[in-house]
C-alpha cells in the first residue's frame, strides 16, 4: 500500500496519520497475534523470484537456433557420403555451443537470488511494547522496527524516532554521501527517493545513530521489491553478432540447396552418372555451410575474452562482447564510476582569502596554496584553527587498508576476485572523512590532537539545527568546536577570526561569507562552516543553544566527489570513437552538470533533465530529446530504464554502466550491461554482461577497442571462409555447364574444406587490429555482415579463386591424352591452386584495403596455420598411401608453376589495384549527435 484514504503518500503523514492508516501503536507496535495474522494474509517479506525455465528445457533451448539446425543437415549430409569424422566433427561443435549457452544462461538467472542477498537476516521490532529479534521475513506493514548503526533497514518504513540517524542509500538511489533522516512530514506530493528523508528503505545501510520506524510495505511491494520485479519483466535482446549469424545461415543454406540442385542437373544433362553428381552436389552443400563457424566465432570471443581481461575487463557473456563495436551510447553512473565515491575537501575560505587544497580520495597527501603560493598552517592561525575544528570535531576514522575495518565485499565469482586494496579508508561518515584527511594534509592527526584537547562533551548533529559541537579541553582551558551549514552557523557568530584576529562579525563581513558559500555552492561544492568559542571557567554549558552562542566564525571548506584522474581522456576517446557519453545520477543537477562540465561530457547546447522532469514527460516527448540530454540527474530507477529503452528506440546500440542496485534493471536492459567490480553490488554484476574488475571508466575504452577487434576479425574469416568456398562452389558450376568432367572429387572438395577453412580461419580471429580502428565511428547495430563491401570482396575474390581454378584444371586437361591418368592429373592441378589460392587469400583478409596494408609476418599464428595446411596439402599429393584415397598423383616443375601462377593472380591483382587507387576507403562522416544515423562512417 503507498496511499491512504486521503491519497496522502506515507512521507506525508504525521505520526498519528501514519499510525491510524497502519492500524498499529506507535509507541508498543503490534501485538504477535496481530502480526502472525497479517503475515498470513500479506505473505512474507521476501522478494519472490518467478518460476523460470528448468534447466533441461534451458539446455534444449539452445539448439533452436536457425545456425543450429544448418550444422544439423550438414551432419546428415556428411552421415550419407560415409565421412563419419566429419559428422562427428559437426556434432562436437553443436554440443560444445550449446552446452556454452546454457551455462551463460543459466548464470545470468543468479541476479535475482544476489538481490535477495541484501535484505536484513534478522530485525529488532517492538511487538506488544516488548523488543524482540525475529527473522526479517516475518515483518508485517505495521511492525515497529528498531534500527542502529551497522544495521540493514529490513523493510521499507516510515521513521518515528532518530537519534543522528544517517543511511547510505547510494545502492538505491546513487546519492554520494549519507542521507541524514528526519521524522517530521513531509508536505511536497511527488518527491524523489533521495528527497524523502523521513522513509527508509529494504537493503540500504544505517551508518550512524539509533532510529524507530513503522513498516509501511514488505516483500516485492518495497522498493527493492519493484527493482526485482523490473529485473525479471526485461527483456535481454539478441546482440547484433546473434542477428547477423542468424541472417547469415539462412543465406548460406538457401545458397547451399540452389546451387546444389543446379549442379546436381547440370551434371546429369550433360551426361553424368546421376549417383556421382549427387555426391559431388551434397559435397558442395558441406562445403557452402562452413560448420566451423559457430566453433570459429566461439573461439575468437573467447581469445578476445582473455585479452580483456588482462585489461581488467571481465565479460560474463560471450556474444555481447562484440556489442561493444558498434556502442554508440554509453550511460554512465556518476558515484564510483565517473567519480572516486570519495568526498574531497578542494577549497577553503578563510578571512576573505581562496585557498586551493590539492590531492584526491582518502590519501592524506596535498598542498594547500592562496594565489599559486604554498601555506602552511604553523604560520596561519585561521587555517589552523580551521583544521583543529575538522579533525576533532569529527567521529569518523581515517586508517591506512585492513585497519579501517570495513567489511570485505562478497565475491561473486572466482574469476572477478580482486586482492584489496590497501589505500586509505574512512570508517564512518565521508563528509567527516574528507575533514580528517584535510587536517592530515596541513600536519595535524586526529590521534596527536586528542593528546592535547580531551572531549569532555558532545552535541551530535541534528537536521533541523544542521550543525555538531564537542566541547574540549586543554591546559588553557576549555572549547567549544562547531561545524555546520553555513547559513545557518553564521546566526549563531558574533565575531570572525579575519587576518589572523579576532574582530566583531559586521553585517558587511556576514554577507562576505555568505557570499562565499553562494560561489562554492554554484560549483556543487558541498559547503561547511567553522566556528569556535573559548569557555569561560564557570559555563557549563547544558544544552547546544546555551553552548553554541556568540562563536568565532572560522571559514568554510568546500568538498566535493572528485572524478577519477583517467576519465577525462577516456571521455575525449569515446568521442573520437563516436560515442557519446550520458552521465545518469541521483545527485542534484547543480552537482551532476558540474561535475559534467569538468571531464568533458556536457557539450555546447547539451542539456540537463531533472527526475522530476522526466516524470513528467511522455516515452514519445523523452525521444525527442534523448539526443540532446548529456545529463540527468536526481532520477529513479525506473527513470534510468526509461532513459536506455529510449535511446535505443532512437535507434542507438547503448552501455550502461552502473554499481548500485539501482542501476541493475537498466544494466540488464541495455545492449551491454557494465558493472563495477570493486564497489559494484552482487545484484549488478549478475545481471549485466561485462564487469570492470578496476572500476575504472577508462577500462570501457580498451573494451569498446576489444570488442571491435574481435567484431572485424570476425568479418576477417567470414570473408575467408565465403570467398573460398564460393570459388570451390565455382569452378564445380561453371565446368558442369560446360560440359567438363568435374574438376574435383568429392572427397577433395571435403578436404579443402576441413583443412583451408580450419586452422588459418582460426588464425584470422587473433589478429590484431588496424591502427585506426579507433578513430572509426560505431558502425550501425542493424548494419548486414556484408557491409561495408564485404559481400563484393567475398564475390570478386570468389570469382577469381573459381576461374583461376578451373582455368588451371582446363590448361592441364587440354595438355593431356585425354584418358583417366590425365583427369586425374588434372584434378589434382585443379585441387592445388585451389588450396593455394585460399592459402595466399588468408593474408589480404587481414585487410580491409589490400595484402599489402598489412605486415605480412605480423600475425605470426597466421603464418603457423598456412605452413601446417601446405604440409597437409603436400602429404596427400606426395604420400603414396594417401594419393588413392584422395585421387592425387605427385606434381612436376611445370604444374607447380601453372599452380603458383594461377592461385596468385585472385589476390595479387586485386591488392595491385587497391594500391593503385581503385579501391581506398572513403572518409568517415563527421560525428554528429543529433540521430544515429549521422554517427556512421560512409561505406568504402
Not at 568546536?481 to 546566526?491: N, Q
Request: charged residues 20%.
Amino acid at each position: 500500500m503507498n496511499v491512504n484514504v486521503d491519497g496522502k503518500t506515507w512521507h506525508q503523514l504525521d505520526e498519528t496519520g501514519l499510525a491510524e492508516t497502519l492500524g498499529t501503536d506507535p509507541r508498543a507496535g503490534l501485538t504477535p497475534e496481530e502480526a502472525a495474522r497479517r503475515l498470513q494474509q500479506i505473505g512474507a517479506n521476501e522478494l519472490q523470484e518467478r518460476r523460470g525455465e528448468s534447466p533441461l528445457k534451458l539446455l534444449l533451448h539452445q539448439f533452436k537456433d536457425f545456425m543450429v539446425l544448418v550444422l544439423v543437415g550438414a551432419v546428415v549430409i556428411s552421415g550419407l557420403l560415409g565421412e563419419m569424422l566429419d559428422a562427428l566433427t559437426i556434432v562436437a561443435i553443436i554440443l560444445i555451443n550449446g552446452i556454452l549457452g546454457f551455462f551463460q544462461e543459466f548464470r545470468a538467472e543468479r541476479s535475482l537470488r544476489a538481490l535477495k542477498e541484501l535484505s536484513a537476516p534478522t530485525a529488532k521490532v517492538i511487538r506488544g511494547g516488548e523488543l524482540m529479534t525475529v527473522p526479517a521475513r516475518t515483518l508485517v506493514p505495521g511492525d515497529l522496527v528498531v534500527m542502529e548503526s551497522g544495521d540493514r533497514v529490513p523493510a521499507d518504513l516510515r521513521l518515528i524516532d532518530c537519534q543522528q540517524f544517517a543511511v547510505d542509500e547510494s545502492a538505491l538511489t546513487g546519492e554520494s554521501v549519507p542521507v541524514v533522516k528526519l521524522t517530521a512530514a513531509i508536505t511536497a506530493a511527488e518527491l524523489p527517493l533521495g528527497d524523502r528523508k523521513n522513509c527508509g528503505y529494504l537493503g540500504t545501510m544505517v551508518t550512524r545513530g539509533t532510529a524507530k520506524g513503522l513498516v509501511t510495505v514488505t516483500g516485492m511491494a518495497t522498493e527493492m521489491g519493484k527493482i526485482a520485479d523490473l529485473i525479471q519483466r526485461t527483456e535481454e535482446a539478441d546482440t547484433p553478432l546473434q542477428h547477423r549469424l542468424e541472417q547469415l545461415g539462412k543465406i548460406l543454406i538457401a545458397v547451399a540447396i540452389l546451387l546444389t540442385v543446379m549442379v546436381v542437373v547440370a551434371g546429369v544433362l550433360h551426361g553424368q552418372p546421376l549417383y556421382g553428381m549427387f555426391l559431388a552436389g551434397v559435397s558442395l552443400a558441406v562445403a557452402a555451410i562452413p560448420e566451423g563457424l559457430p566453433a570459429i566465432v566461439t573461439i575468437a570471443l573467447a581469445l578476445g575474452v582473455q585479452r580483456m581481461i588482462r585489461r581488467r575487463a571481465i565479460v560474463r557473456k560471450l556474444p555481447s562482447v562484440e556489442t561493444l563495436g558498434c556502442a554508440s551510447v554509453i550511460c554512465s553512473d556518476k558515484t564510483g564510476t565517473l567519480t572516486q565515491n570519495q568526498m574531497t575537501v578542494t577549497r577553503l575560505w578563510l578571512g576573505g582569502r581562496r585557498i586551493d587544497v590539492s590531492g584526491e580520495g582518502y590519501e592524506p597527501t596535498g598542498q594547500l596554496k592562496h594565489d599559486g603560493k604554498s601555506i602552511e598552517a604553523k604560520g596561519d592561525a585561521a587555517l589552523r584553527r580551521m583544521t583543529q575544528v575538522a579533525a576533532l570535531c569529527n567521529n569518523a576514522v581515517l586508517a591506512q587498508g585492513e585497519q579501517a575495518e570495513e567489511p570485505k565485499k562478497k565475491k561473486t565469482s572466482k574469476a572477478e576476485e580482486q586482492p584489496e586494496l590497501e589505500g586509505w579508508k574512512v570508517k564512518g561518515d565521508p563528509t567527516e572523512g574528507a575533514l580528517l584527511v584535510l587536517a592530515a594534509k596541513t600536519g595535524m592527526t586526529r590521534s596527536a590532537l586528542e593528546s592535547l584537547y580531551r572531549r569532555t562533551k558532545e552535541f551530535p548533529f541534528d537536521p533541523d539545527r544542521k550543525r555538531m559541537s564537542v566541547l574540549v579541553e586543554h591546559q588553557g582551558g576549555r572549547l567549544l568546536l562547531t561545524k555546520g551549514a553555513p547559513d545557518l552557523l553564521v546566526e549563531r557568530c558574533a565575531y570572525v577570526l579575519w587576518d589572523d584576529q579576532v574582530m566583531p562579525f559586521t553585517a558587511t563581513l556576514r554577507a562576505r561569507v555568505l557570499q562565499a558559500n553562494e560561489s562554492m555552492a554554484k560549483d556543487a561544492l558541498r559547503v561547511l562552516g567553522f566556528a569556535y568559542r573559548d569557555l569561560k571557567a564557570h559555563e557549563t554549558p547544558d544544552s547546544d543553544d546555551q553552548a553554541e552562542t556568540g562563536l568565532v566564525f572560522v571559514g568554510l571548506a568546500g568538498m566535493i566527489d572528485p572524478p577519477r584522474k583517467e576519465v577525462h581522456e577516456a571521455i575525449v576517446k569515446c568521442r573520437q570513437a563516436g560515442i557519446k557519453t550520458v552521465m545518469i545520477t541521483g545527485d542534484h543537477g547543480l552537482t551532476a552538470e558540474a561535475i559534467a562540465r569538468g571531464i568533458g561530457i556536457m557539450q555546447r547546447g547539451g542539456r540537463v533533465v531533472t527526475g522530476s522532469e522526466l516524470s513528467s514527460m511522455s516515452d514519445a516527448d523523452l525521444d525527442r530529446i534523448a539526443d540532446e540530454v548529456h545529463v540527468y540527474a536526481r532520477v529513479s530507477p525506473e527513470h534510468k530504464l526509461r532513459i536506455v529503452q529510449s535511446l535505443q528506440r532512437r535507434g542507438h546500440v547503448v552501455a550502461m554502466t552502473g554499481d548500485g542496485v539501482n542501476d541493475a534493471p537498466a544494466v540488464k536492459a541495455a545492449d551491454i550491461g557494465i558493472a563495477m567490480g570493486i564497489t559494484g553490488t552482487d545484484v549488478t554484476k549478475e545481471a549485466s554482461s561485462l564487469v570492470l574488475a578496476d572500476d575504472n571508466f577508462a577500462t570501457i575504452v580498451a573494451a569498446v577497442e576489444e570488442g571491435r577487434g574481435i567484431y572485424e576479425n570476425i568479418r576477417k574469416f567470414i570473408r575467408y571462409l565465403l570467398a573460398s568456398n564460393v570459388g570451390e562452389i565455382l569452378t564445380m558450376f561453371i565446368a558442369m555447364m560446360m560440359g567438363l568432367p568435374l574438376p574435383l572429387v568429392p572427397i577433395q572438395i571435403l578436404w579443402v574444406n576441413l583443412v583451408t577453412d580450419g586452422l588459418p580461419a582460426m588464425a584470422l580471429g587473433v589478429d590484431q587490429a588496424e591502427s585506426d580502428l579507433m578513430r572509426q565511428k560505431p558502425r550501425p547495430a542493424k548494419e548486414n555482415i556484408f557491409a561495408r563491401r564485404l559481400g563484393w570482396k567475398i564475390i570478386s575474390r570468389g570469382v577469381l579463386i573459381g576461374l583461376c581454378t578451373l582455368a588451371a584444371f582446363v590448361l592441364t586437361l587440354r595438355a593431356g591424352d585425354g584418358d583417366a591418368a590425365s583427369l586425374v592429373h588434372a584434378q589434382t592441378v585443379a585441387f592445388a591452386t585451389l588450396v593455394m589460392a585460399q592459402l595466399i587469400h588468408v593474408f589480404d583478409c587481414r585487410s580491409s584495403r589490400s595484402i599489402f596494408h598489412r605486415r605480412f609476418f605480423e600475425n605470426r599464428f597466421l603464418v603457423l596455420a598456412v605452413l601446417s595446411s601446405l604440409l597437409l596439402m603436400l602429404a596427400v599429393l606426395y604420400v603414396e598411401a594417401l594419393q588413392p584415397v584422395f585421387k592425387t598423383v605427385p606434381l612436376g616443375f611445370r604444374d607447380w608453376a601453372l599452380v603458383i601462377v594461377a592461385s596468385g593472380i585472385p589476390t595479387f591483382f586485386m591488392g595491385i589495384g587497391s594500391v593503385l587507387g581503385t579501391s581506398k576507403p572513403k572518409k568517415g562522416r563527421k560525428i554528429s549527435y543529433g540521430g544515429p544515423s549521422k554517427a556512421y562512417p560512409a561505406s568504402r
